[in-house]
């Protein structure tokens, strides 16, 4: 969402687990992780209950990530009661033998010379505060690309996307280690070890920090902590946004003056696929912090309606609500008319609610709504509603899951000004800034629960880039081959590709679709029935320089577009190959590009491959982060 929806996070990575393990069973008698994961896990997993990975999927995952998934992270709410021992012994149980390896050794860079700026810069989700993600100082021309090569790689698990100032690269990942690396070499200043993260970093010049230099990012439990960003000593750290177990910061924060805004999502539409689930009572926000403490300011709810009983489930459990409207991305900043603008996720229950599947303009200053815009009504969803067999806590009607993971971006072209909005549906909306009234819509692909629009979209000064993921119609196109039947009715044939928009009237330019192209997926967690089968669904948000956009699938290639007709000017498989990293994996895999897309910066760009994503297809337990310049130099 930026930053993802995520259905098993990962976290900081677990140093000492089977020492403690080992330490454990000293004293007391061996825990079975078996056990465990027949009691607690086995009626979701095995076999797996829609979106939920199976047991073999599970076997990618490093221990690590079994248990921050477990304590901090989304399926918190399931690994509620269970002790220590517990969680580390199903972890292990799991995964064991850790089949893609590990993340590699840590290679220090000789010397740290002090942060400087530069034209060229990529501080935060993108260069300007506008969201468009477009760097107007590449350091890299057109001409340029069809000879880009990987320079160097560095392999994390669960990495996300970077940010650069200067020479100096910033990256978190979900297990707990928060790098500052050398953005042309790959080797390390510093590293911390516990801020479990899916953000992208956002650097900014500061008098906050001892420096000169500071940078944020949420980890654990809904906390925002400011580091300075030339040491990664810790500044502050906030208080945790929200006491809900299964919430989280997935949208990276953002800074605008003296303010850091930041969205808060939940993953407890997947923890309400228990039968015993009080379902649902989790309402997305967005918060303000004073940027010089971290200091709460204001926190608004999406949801703004009052809680109120529903009914009982089968098993006897209330259930009520409203509840739901998760802010998964960024928001946009528009300074001049002192307004922040979030998109919202789906609703968890049937209870009516204005606060989902809506954009909305908040005033930066105290967080009162200005206008709400919900696109989409009565799209209410948890996990486990779409199969023949149905959870007990499923809404009445259920909804498409169409919400919105994608920041909006607010277009200007000299006076005239514009908000647009890519939804899950395949839906694309053109919003006037100053009243949040729809002006246009325009149709790219059928939708899916997991895109449509997915991750993001991005611009340059005349068109909006718009990947479109449909993977929920490529899935069915597999099955059908495979003699499956369709899993459900497309309103319109899926289309997944890259188009660009006329920004003020919607009309669709030019479209090229995802090309079918061969692939290897090391891990590969794609459903049963794909049988290792390529997915070329378009669901990473872009990146885009002067007359070039960079996008990449998820079945691992990544690709670069010429700008003003969708020509595809140069494409690399990540998953043909094996790369040697900078921190000692000899020979590690890529796999499916997913999430939040390139940065490019100083003649070079950069991409996660192997992202562990909500589709978990080509995901590897360790993904690579990959570094392009011209000629490999």
């Not at 590449?138 to 560095?154: E, G, N, S």
């Not at 200005?370 to 009565?378: A, D, E, H, S």
Request: glycine content about 12%.
């Amino acid at each position: 969402m930026d930053n993802s929806r995520i259905y098993i996070c990962a976290g900081f990575v677990l140093t000492c687990v089977l020492g403690a393990l080992a330490a454990a069973q000293e004293s007391t008698p061996p825990v079975s992780g078996e056990s465990v994961f027949n009691s607690r896990c086995k009626s979701c997993h095995d076999p797996a209950v829609e979106r939920a990975p199976t047991r073999t999927e599970l076997a990618f995952r490093s221990p690590g990530d079994i248990v921050i998934a477990l304590t901090t992270g989304v399926m918190a709410p399931m690994g509620k009661g269970l002790s220590r021992p517990e969680i580390e012994a199903v972890a292990l149980f799991l995964a064991p033998g850790q089949q893609l390896g590990t993340a590699g050794t840590d290679p220090l860079c000789a010397t740290h010379g002090p942060i400087k700026a530069s034209a060229s810069d990529w501080p935060a989700l993108g260069p300007d505060e506008n969201s468009t993600r477009f760097q107007p100082n590449p350091k890299l021309r057109a001409a340029d690309v069809p000879r880009l090569k990987v320079k160097w790689a560095f392999s994390m698990p669960g990495g996300g996307q970077p940010t650069v100032v200067g020479d100096w690269l910033f990256i978190t990942n979900r297990n707990g280690k928060f790098y500052a690396l050398d953005a042309k070499s790959g080797c390390v200043h510093w590293a911390i070890e516990d801020a479990p993260s899916r953000n992208t970093p956002m650097v900014i010049r500061s008098s906050i920090s001892p420096s000169g230099w500071a940078t944020f990012v949420g980890v654990g439990k809904r906390v925002v902590r400011a580091f300075d960003a030339q040491t990664g000593t810790e500044i502050w750290h906030s208080e945790s946004l929200d006491n809900h177990a299964a919430s989280f910061i997935t949208g990276t924060p953002v800074v605008s003056g003296d303010q850091l805004f930041v969205p808060v999502s939940s993953g407890e539409e997947v923890a309400a696929i228990q039968p015993n689930y009080s379902c649902c009572t989790f309402r997305g926000s967005l918060a303000a912090l004073d940027l010089k403490t971290g200091r709460k300011q204001w926190q608004t709810y999406m949801i703004t309606e009052p809680m109120v009983p529903i009914r009982k489930n089968a098993n006897g459990v209330q259930m009520q609500g409203p509840a739901g409207a998760p802010v998964w991305a960024s928001p946009t900043v528009d300074a001049k008319r002192g307004l922040v603008y979030v998109v919202t996720g789906d609703s968890y229950t049937d209870a009516p609610t204005e606060g989902d599947d809506a954009i909305v303009a908040l005033e930066m200053k105290s967080g009162k709504v200005r206008w709400r815009n919900q696109v989409t009504t009565n799209d209410n969803f948890i996990v486990g509603c779409s199969g023949p067999v149905k959870a007990v806590n499923c809404p009445t009607p259920t909804g498409p899951d169409f919400d919105f993971g994608a920041t909006p971006i607010l277009f200007k072209h000299g006076a005239k000004q514009i908000l647009v909005a890519g939804q899950k549906s395949g839906i694309v909306y053109g919003v006037d800034p100053d009243s949040g009234r729809t002006l246009w819509k325009t149709t790219v692909g059928a939708g899916s629960p997991l895109g449509g629009v997915e991750w993001g979209i991005g611009a340059d000064a005349k068109y909006v880039f718009v990947p479109n993921s449909d993977i929920g119609e490529i899935f069915d196109e597999i099955a059908v081959a495979a003699g499956a039947p369709r899993s459900r009715d497309y309103t319109s044939p899926g289309k997944p590709g890259l188009y660009a928009l006329d920004p003020f009237s919607g009309k669709i330019v030019w479209g090229t679709p995802a090309p079918v192209a061969p692939c290897h997926y090391a891990g590969d967690r794609s459903k049963d029935f794909t049988k290792g089968a390529c997915v070329r669904a378009q669901s990473a948000a872009p990146g885009v320089i002067p007359g070039v956009v960079f996008s990449g699938t998820l079945d691992g290639w990544f690709r670069a577009y010429d700008a003003s007709s969708g020509k595809i000017v140069w494409e690399f498989s990540t998953t043909a190959q094996t790369y040697s990293t900078v921190n000692g994996n000899q020979a590690q895999p890529g796999g499916g590009i997913d999430g939040m897309g390139p940065t490019i910066a100083g003649g070079m760009v950069y991409t996660m491959s192997g992202f562990n994503g909500a589709a978990r297809t080509g995901s590897n337990g360790v993904n690579v982060l990959l570094a392009f310049s011209v000629d490999g130099k």
